[in-house]
Structures are given as structure tokens and as C-alpha cells.
């Protein structure tokens, strides 16, 4: 049953955050509350995939978002079962087809991303027959979703040190996922979008951290047609988003946006004047904030 929408963050969660004392620079004393960051290991079938260092929220949507992108869990597949054991921190995703992937385990990569994601094989396999959607994206839904996701409650905005990825159609937030690392947190918005057959043609995908080759490799194996985000690019991101046809929106600050990828699918139909702008001493901070 698809959960009531939007599915946002919840920073009272007792899970997720810790008070920790300490001291600030006059000496006084200061409680903090402080993102927690524990291990998750998953399995497919009988066979251990991967540990993932996480928040701990919705961990069967991560286990079947991460093996749903690393091109583990094929289109046809039938998932039998999501078991979650919390007293050992492990997730085990059960299918009807038998799988063994030991020697794509044994070659793998570290990824750029924060809290180090890992992506096994090649990282453009899976990749060869994508063909994404031809959506358009029109620039008022791109400020409209920048408004609201600055302003929706959020780990971030209670202790920092994390990041957000959301799924959106046209101006509207869906789904809004957070984890110490965004290659978790856009493998929850996977696993949700599997778990409850979500389509990906008419959505977007937004990203509070850099588009880097791994986010652009992830949005296209989702089958989403576009990837924005406030950070900036890295330059094999670029190509590979060209190579697919991906739209791919950066630096989206104020007023202000880049798009390297993808530019037949904007619709420039924002009022400018109606948009209010970033001072400049924030455009560099964002500029500096890339992480």
C-alpha cells in the first residue's frame, strides 16, 4: 500500500539524532543534537551484499533501492520478501530467480560521495539500453520545489551533517529522504519507487549534494528523465548525463541556475521578477558548500 504523501523527514525521531554535551568557544556548556550513523548489512537471498553506513530510517527501502541500482534486482524480478531484523541491523530482500553475484562483489568502486558509497562491476553496466523519457521541466516548477524544500522540516535544519534527496512531480514533493550520505538517500527513494511500482517518466529528482557520476549513474537507472540540485557538477557527471540525454540543473540558487544536459526538455516560463534572488554572500557559501 503506498503511504500517505508527502513522506518527509521526521526530526523528533528518537532513532535518528543523539544529545551530545560539549562546550562552545567561550567555555560554556552546550548540549547538541547530533545525527547517529550506524551499519546496515544487506542481503539478497542467502548471499551478504554490502554494509552500509546509515541513519537507520527506512531500511528496507534502502536495501532495495541500492540493489535495484547496482543492476542486482533486474526489471521482471519478483520480490518474495523485505525482512528487517533491528537486533542485528540486517536486511534480507528474497526473490523467486536464484542470484550470485560474487564476481561482480569483487570488483568495485569507492564512490566521491560522503559517508564513501561503494558501486560493484562496472559502473556504467546496466546502463547499454536506457533510454530515458522525453518529460518537460518547466523552470516555475524548478523555483516552486526550491522554495518548498528549503523550507520543509528536515535532519539537516535540527543537526546538520546530512543529506537530502527528494522526488518530486512537476512542483510537488513526494518523497523526501535524508542520510549521512546522498547515494543512501536516493537509494530509499529507489526502493520506495520499486517497493510501491512507482512510475519515473513524469518525475524529478533533486539533490542537496554535488552531481556527481554516481547520482547521474542512479537517476538514470531509476528511469527519471531529470536531476537538479543546488551543488555543482563534477565533469564526468556532465558526461555521462550527455551521453544519456539526462537534463541535469545545478547551482540552483535565487534566480540563478545552470544546465549542462538535457536543455531541449525546459520550458522557460517563470516570471524572473517574481522570484527573489540570493544575496551574493550566500551564492558563495552555497558555491563553497558543494558536499
Known sequence: MLPKLPLLPDPTAARLTRAVRGHDHTGAEVELAVVEERPLTIYLNSQEIVTAMTIGDYPEYLALGFLRNQGMLRD???VTGVEYDEDIETVVVRTDRQTSYEDKLKKKTRT??????TVFG????GLEGVTLPQAELRTSWLYALSRQINTLPSLYLTAGAIHGTVLCQADNVLVYMEDVGR?????KIAGFMLRHDVP???????????????????TAMMGIPILASRSGFTAWGVEIAQQLG????????????????????????????????????????GAEDDG
Open 76 to 78: 521482471g524480478d519478483r
Open 112 to 117: 566521491s560521495g560522503c559517508a564513501v558509497g
Open 122 to 125: 562496472d559502473m556504467m553496466e
Open 183 to 187: 547515494h543512501n538517500a536516493v537509494d
Open 200 to 218: 519515473a517518466a513524469d518525475k524529478i529528482l533533486y539533490t542537496t549534494g554535488r552531481l556527481t557520476s554516481e547520482m547521474v549513474i542512479k
Open 246 to 285: 539526462l537534463t541535469l540543473i545545478g547551482r540552483m540558487r535565487g534566480q540563478r541556475f545552470v544546465c549542462l544536459s538535457g536543455e531541449s526538455r525546459l520550458i522557460r516560463d517563470a516570471d524572473l521578477s517574481a522570484v527573489p534572488d540570493e544575496e551574493r554572500r550566500h551564492r558563495r557559501k
